[in-house]
């Protein structure tokens, strides 16, 4: 019986890159500016005369706004990578045990044009063509009462 592979030393951490936390950091930044340029601008082309104080009232009400904004999607898409890393992660370790142990999950959905076969979620279940089972090739149909009849 083969001994179970070592564990891996590498863990994937939920932390991204140093670059994809900057890109954030900096969208948020560009999102608020562009958020209190809007609000400022609101104010001012509408307002007559002094508005000097509603319109960087204005301006600071959509920063903020925008930059909240900005930071939700801004986090939502680094959790999301850092779930994404994780999970190749996991699939890399499992691709590795099954190759490791020449097990049936060694071999993906195009072992077939390469020569071999193909692994068992890339076959059907009833293990040839995906029809009734009957061997004649006809569709499986639901009858009335929900039983399987062929279709002819």
Do not use: K
């Not at 999102?31 to 340029?37: D, P, S, W």
């Not at 099954?98 to 068992?120: F, H, I, K, L």
């Amino acid at each position: 019986m083969a001994e179970p592979p070592a564990p891996s030393d590498y863990s994937p951490t939920a932390l991204p890159s140093t670059g994809a936390r900057v890109l954030a950091f900096v969208s948020i930044l560009v999102g608020g500016l562009c958020g209190g340029l809007i609000g400022w601008s609101l104010v001012d082309l509408q307002c007559d005369g002094d508005c000097g104080v509603a319109a960087g009232l204005a301006g600071l009400a959509g920063a903020v706004i925008s930059a909240v904004g900005v930071a939700v999607v801004a986090t939502l898409a680094l959790r999301a990578m850092g779930e994404w890393r994780t999970i190749q992660h996991r699939q890399q370790v499992a691709a590795g045990a099954g190759r490791r142990t020449g097990g049936v999950g060694d071999r993906g959905p195009d072992a077939r044009r390469a020569g071999g076969t193909p692994s068992a979620e890339a076959r059907p279940a009833s293990g040839g063509a995906a029809t009734n089972g009957t061997g004649d090739g006809a569709a499986p149909v639901n009858g009335p009462d929900g039983s399987r009849e062929r279709e002819h």
